[in-house]
C-alpha cells in the first residue's frame, strides 16, 4: 500500500515525466551524494551566504546533529534532492521554531513536486515535535525559491541587509597579523 510519501508527482506540463517521489530519512550512505548534489546548487557565486556554506562539513553536521530533521527525496529511487533543517529553542520562549536551512532539488528533477514533498514532510515532522512556527531564508534574487516558498505558505519577507568590513587593510605588511613583530614578554625589559 503507498503511504502518503508515496504518492506520484504531479505533472501539470505535459514534458513531464511521470514517476514515484518518495520521502526518507537522511543516511549516512546519502552524505557524499548530498553534499556533491548541493555543490552544484550552491555555489559561491549562486548564493553566497555569509553566514552559512555548503560543505562537507554542513552536511555532516547536520546529519550527526540533527539527524531526525533531515530528509531526502528520490525520485523513481535516485536521489532527487534533500531537505536539512534543525529545531530551534528560545530561552524564555515556549515557542519551538522549525528552520528549514537547506532545500535543494537535482535539476533533472525540478518541477515536479520533489521540494513540495520534502516541505510538506519536514512541516509535518516538526511539527509534531511541537514546532509553531517555520523559518527559511533565500537570497532575494532566487525566484524560484521565493515562489516556491510563497507557494508553500509563507509570507511576509523580511529584509536583512549585509554588511561587510574588509580586514585585508590592516592586516597588510604584517606577518601573521602582527605588526611590530613578536609581542614582548611583559615585565621581563632589559
Ligand atoms: C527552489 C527549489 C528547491 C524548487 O524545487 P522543485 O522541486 O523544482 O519545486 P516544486 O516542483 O515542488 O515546485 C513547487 C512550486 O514552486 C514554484 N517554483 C518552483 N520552481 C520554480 C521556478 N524555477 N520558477 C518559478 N516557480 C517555481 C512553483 O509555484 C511550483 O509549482 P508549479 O510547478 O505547479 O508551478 C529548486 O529550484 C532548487 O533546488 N533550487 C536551488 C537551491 C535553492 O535555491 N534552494 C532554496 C533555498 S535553500
Not at 24 to 41: I, N, Q, S, W, Y
Request: with cysteine; aromatic share 10%.
Amino acid at each position: 500500500m503507498g503511504s502518503e510519501n508515496e504518492i506520484p508527482a504531479k505533472s501539470a506540463e505535459p514534458k513531464r515525466k511521470s514517476g514515484v517521489v518518495r520521502i526518507r530519512p537522511m543516511e549516512v550512505d546519502d552524505l557524499a551524494p548530498v553534499f556533491h548534489l548541493g555543490e552544484t546548487l550552491f555555489t559561491a557565486a549562486d548564493a553566497p551566504n555569509l553566514y552559512r556554506t555548503w560543505d562537507e562539513f554542513e552536511v555532516v553536521g547536520l546529519f550527526q546533529s540533527d539527524w531526525a530533521t533531515c530528509f531526502v527525496a528520490e525520485y523513481n529511487e535516485k536521489l532527487a534532492g534533500f531537505a536539512l533543517g534543525t529545531i530551534i529553542t528560545k530561552t524564555h520562549s515556549a515557542w519551538k521554531y522549525g528552520h528549514l536551512i537547506w532545500l535543494g532539488v537535482e535539476p533533472e528533477y525540478m518541477r515536479k513536486g520533489v521540494a513540495e514533498k520534502l516541505f510538506r514532510h519536514f512541516r509535518d515532522v516538526t511539527s509534531e515535535e511541537g514546532v509553531r512556527m517555520l523559518i527559511v531564508d533565500t537570497e532575494a534574487d532566487n525566484l524560484a525559491a521565493l515562489r516556491f516558498f510563497r507557494k508553500m505558505g509563507f509570507s511576509s519577507p523580511q529584509e536583512h541587509i549585509y554588511l561587510s568590513l574588509n580586514l585585508a587593510s590592516r592586516q597588510r605588511g604584517t606577518a601573521n597579523g602582527r605588526k611590530n613583530g613578536p609581542p614582548k614578554r611583559p615585565g621581563k625589559q632589559r
